[in-house]
């Protein structure tokens, strides 16, 4: 469990410290935080980690994911797809 809250922080940190947030669009629909409505985030990546990859050590073989942090409330929303950062709208 340590090492989640580890990662947690350390995903925390990247978010203060890392680029400005943007709009993301996800199968057509706009990206909105289902907590406080905003509509811009900070995107990064993930591992979906296994039991089996991870007991053997290969952890950098599991796929990963997309997560987005709303720039105002700091939820984070997981997806399997990569998400479109709309170009132009910062």
């Not at 007991?55 to 797809?81: H, K, Q, Y």
């Amino acid at each position: 469990m340590g090492r989640y809250f580890e990662a947690l922080k350390a995903g925390v940190r990247a978010f203060q410290e890392g680029p400005d947030p943007s709009e993301y669009v996800v199968a057509g629909r706009p990206v909105r935080c289902p907590h406080c409505g905003e509509a811009k985030f900070a995107a990064s990546r993930a591992l979906l980690n296994t039991r089996g990859r991870t007991a053997f050590g290969v952890d950098w073989a599991d796929p990963s994911a997309t997560i987005l942090i709303c720039a105002e409330c700091g939820r984070l929303e997981w997806f399997a797809t990569e998400p479109e950062e709309v170009v132009g709208k910062k």
